[in-house]
């Protein structure tokens, strides 16, 4: 091989920078967290029941949040009517945080672990109104 | 047939892993088993191209030269584009790496008038530069799902792309870009008739296929949702060696991930590999140090030196009768 060393080295340092994730890994991966549900307001209710089901607030909860936000701020609109005809407040502090009074295990845990950083907080603080 | 094969090519697998996934249930298949294979492939692959390009011979140092070579002390020579040393050639490289410099140089001819002009054609040169670099930061920014806890760096670098805070989620610049030069790169083939007649269907593959997986990607971040700790929980389960079947994400995923399976799977065996070629590339890789320094040709027969002077010897006679000096005397 001419000059073998170096496209040998090159190979090595190909293959260390694509493995990288294994490697990291090796030494500290935190599990997945687990959302708790575990808040007063939550555990009091008879039916447990979100203003959308779990599957569609798992994948879409930031489309809701942003849809309400448009409504209220630009028209006004502030009643959100469920599936199961029951009538929301399209709040995020009156409404969400009502019940998942725990910010730091209900949207934090998820959040940090898949590296979403919304800007919700930058004006909400996080405490039920 | 060269576009449309290709094409369908690409929407037959993603087809592929839709229905393989939605109606077939075969999670572990798309998840786990064909990422891993796909992995396999694609650094050995690329470790197998290396050592084979780099076991061929070097006959010539052939360095392309574009500046001023270096002469007399007086003479100012160009470090960069005509290298003689080792600092220079890397200069070279990086430049060619990094900003793509010979596709700068890129020229177009034309008939102007009567007569035939020459002049600067940098399309090209910016909608490569505009793809690879959206490339790299996207190829970045997904280490996210693949580390935990995930570097500020790369939490960094996407708050930088989603920089505008458009939508939610946030829209990233990089996918935008992406598309617009991959389109780009695509229509150049389809629309120029010079590049539309070399072009064959392992070049309109990567691009259709590259266009595949940011188009599913796209559209799991903006349109069809997935649940994305459970993407998450996939990922780590195949980078820390336990991979897990997560119930209730989407197909989009599938079809996304076994896309970019087939890509990086695929990547060793196409033309994507002038990724590792470009740093072996003779013409780009060596110094122009041929007056200085001897380029040892490898074909090069073993043949025992045979000096003047033996040769003097031998035919010392003939050249004496000829009335030839002869140096040892």
Redesign the interface.
């Known amino acids: ?4 060393g170096r ?2 080295a ?2 090595a340092l ?2 260390l920078a ?2 990288s ?2 490697i ?3 030494a ?3 599990p ?2 687990e959302t708790s549900l575990d808040t007063p307001a939550i555990n009091a209710q008879q039916t447990k029941e979100c203003v959308a089901s779990t ?1 569609y607030m ?3 909860h ?2 809701l ?2 849809e309400w936000r448009n409504d209220v701020v630009r028209d006004g609109s502030r009643e959100y009517e469920s599936a199961s005809g029951q009538v929301y407040e399209k709040s995020l502090d009156g409404t969400c945080l009502e019940c998942h009074s725990n910010r730091e295990e209900f949207c934090d845990s ?1 959040h ?8 919700c907080w930058d004006c909400h603080d996080g405490e039920a109104s | 047939m060269r576009i449309v094969g290709p094409l369908i090519l690409t929407l037959a697998l993603a087809a592929v892993a839709w229905v393989g996934t939605q109606y077939a249930g075969l999670y572990a298949v798309f998840g786990i088993v064909i990422p891993y294979l796909a ?1 396999a492939s ?2 050995g692959g ?2 197998f191209r ?2 084979k ?3 061929s ?2 006959p010539f140092r052939i360095p392309t030269t574009c500046g001023q070579q270096k002469s007399l002390p007086w003479v100012k020579q160009n470090k960069i584009e005509n290298p003689s040393s080792f600092a220079g050639v890397v200069g070279r490289m990086l430049l060619e790496v990094l900003v793509f410099r010979s596709l700068f140089r890129n020229t177009k001819t034309e008939k102007q008038g009567e007569a035939l002009g020459v002049g600067s054609a940098k399309w090209l040169w910016l909608g490569a530069l505009v793809f690879h670099w959206s490339m790299l930061i996207i190829v970045l920014r997904h ?8 570097p500020g760096a ?2 960094a670098l ?2 930088a792309d989603a920089f505008f ?1 458009i ?4 829209l990233y610049l990089t996918d935008l870009l992406i598309v617009s030069a991959l389109t780009f790169l695509f229509v150049r083939r389809v629309v120029i008739p010079r590049v539309r007649y070399l072009s064959l269907p392992n070049d309109f593959f990567p691009l259709f296929l590259l266009l595949g997986v940011v188009i599913a990607g796209i559209a799991m971040r903006y349109f069809f ?9 996939v990922a ?1 389960g195949l ?3 336990h991979p897990v079947v997560v119930a ?1 994400i ?1 197909p989009i995923f599938y079809v996304h991930l076994f896309l970019a399976s087939v890509l990086i799977g695929y990547f060793p065996w196409s033309k994507l590999m002038h990724a ?1 070629g470009i ?2 590339s003779p013409t780009r890789n060596q110094a122009n140090d041929s007056r200085a320094v001897r380029h040892v040709n ?1 074909w090069n027969p073993d043949l025992p030196v045979h000096t003047y002077a033996e040769y003097e010897d031998e035919f010392k006679d003939k050249l004496v009768k000829a009335g030839l000096p002869l140096d040892a005397e």
């Open positions: 091989m001419y000059k073998g496209i040998i090159f190979a190909f293959c694509v493995l994730p294994f990291v890994n090796l500290n991966a935190a997945a967290p599957e798992k994948d879409n930031m489309q949040l942003d998820c940090d672990y898949a590296s979403v950083d919304p800007y | 992995l694609f650094v690329f470790v290396l050592v390009w780099g076991k011979a070097v280490l996210r799902f693949f580390l935990e806890p995930v790369i939490m996407e708050g805070q939508g939610l989620p946030a949702r997935v649940d994305i700790e459970g993407v998450k929980e780590m980078v820390t060696l209730g989407g590792g740093v072996l490898p």
